[in-house]
């Protein structure tokens, strides 16, 4: 009977095991090959997920009860911390307070084992080179032996010069993260709001892992941009989605379900990683949350706006195989 017993612990033990291995645990550091971003085991990995909105802005939604809602209801296998920095109450003014809540979702995603993007969200980030290189020396040196992070260095640049101005701020940007990281993935904001991708192509970085960010919303952005995104893969480069949404590029007007579609079989075609903006309440289309849903998550049917609705459905369908398969 005793042996019985054991058995039937040890049982129980080994299911509880396999159903708590993790997409971290599945895929291990990422890494870029060509125009993919691998895991350590080889296989070719696209993450799906949500962006947090500007952090001094909806802060009270950067907690864990939320990051463990994204990962276990809407399927999410990377959140982004969106760090607010030159705008009112962002970490120039505020360093402590905006550092302290990237650092409570970067904690969150580690112990739910999803990857997660520290973002400076920034639009004049090579103003300010010094606050960006003190910001990720600390974040590499806490978190950089961690596989779950990513960084991504300059949100979304405006228009200035790719050669003369962005890509030494990330040559320096780069040199202080690998000071204290080797390994980690780092995303290298581009030019015109992140969608020059096809110019950071014709002259990248020097480093043996970076991809490259590519914005749109699917209102604004159509086939012109696709375009340049293919001429940027035809030239070799990784591209991460680290923002898009649904709507036009204000944040808000009207939902483009059918050119949103077409982006995702883009990305699809080429495996290439994304995350919606944004887990907010703000009244404007790209939220993900109707006014007044709840910052612990648990958000019900109508509390998820049009836009939120059609993404988690996407993450579903996409993911939830994903996430089926760390428990057999």
């Not at 120039?92 to 650092?103: P, Q, S, T």
């Not at 030494?168 to 204290?180: A, G, K, L, M, N």
């Not at 980690?184 to 043996?208: F, Y």
Request: a negative charge.
């Amino acid at each position: 009977m005793k042996q019985l017993i054991l058995l039937f612990f040890l049982l129980s033990l080994q299911s509880t095991v396999y159903a708590q291995k993790s997409i971290v645990e599945k895929y291990g550091r990422l890494s870029v090959d060509g125009n993919y971003i691998i895991g350590e085991h080889g296989d070719t990995v696209q993450l799906r997920g949500m962006s947090f909105f500007w952090s001094q802005w909806k802060g009270e939604y950067y907690n864990k009860r939320v990051v463990q809602w994204l990962r276990d209801d809407w399927k999410c296998t990377v959140v982004r911390a969106a760090m607010g920095v030159d705008e009112s109450g962002g970490y120039l003014h505020n360093a402590y307070e905006e550092k302290e809540k990237v650092e409570r979702i970067v904690k969150a995603a580690i112990d739910q084992g999803i990857y997660v993007i520290i973002d400076y969200h920034s639009h004049h980030a090579h103003e300010n080179p010094e606050e960006a290189k003190r910001f990720f020396a600390e974040m590499a040196k806490k978190y950089g032996k961690y596989p779950n992070v990513i960084y991504e260095i300059y949100n979304e640049p405006l228009q200035v010069s790719w050669t003369k101005v962005l890509k030494p701020y990330s040559t320096e940007i780069i040199e202080v993260i690998r000071s204290h990281d080797p390994h980690n993935l780092v995303i290298c904001g581009t030019r015109q709001w992140s969608q020059m991708v096809s110019e950071a192509a014709l002259d990248p970085v020097d480093d043996h892992n970076v991809a490259y960010a590519l914005h749109y919303y699917a209102g604004t952005h159509k086939e012109s941009l696709r375009n340049i995104a293919q001429r940027a893969l035809d030239a070799g480069i990784a591209i991460f989605v680290t923002e898009f949404g649904i709507c036009e590029a204000s944040g808000d007007g009207e939902l483009d379900f059918e050119e949103a579609q077409k982006w995702w079989d883009f990305l699809d075609k080429y495996k290439i990683s994304w995350a919606n903006w944004a887990v907010s309440d703000k009244e404007e289309a790209a939220s993900a949350l109707v006014f007044g849903a709840g910052w612990r998550g648990k958000w019900k049917e109508h509390q998820i706006t049009p836009s939120g609705k059609f993404v988690r459905e996407e993450l579903l369908r996409k993911n939830g195989p994903i996430f089926e398969s760390l428990e057999k």
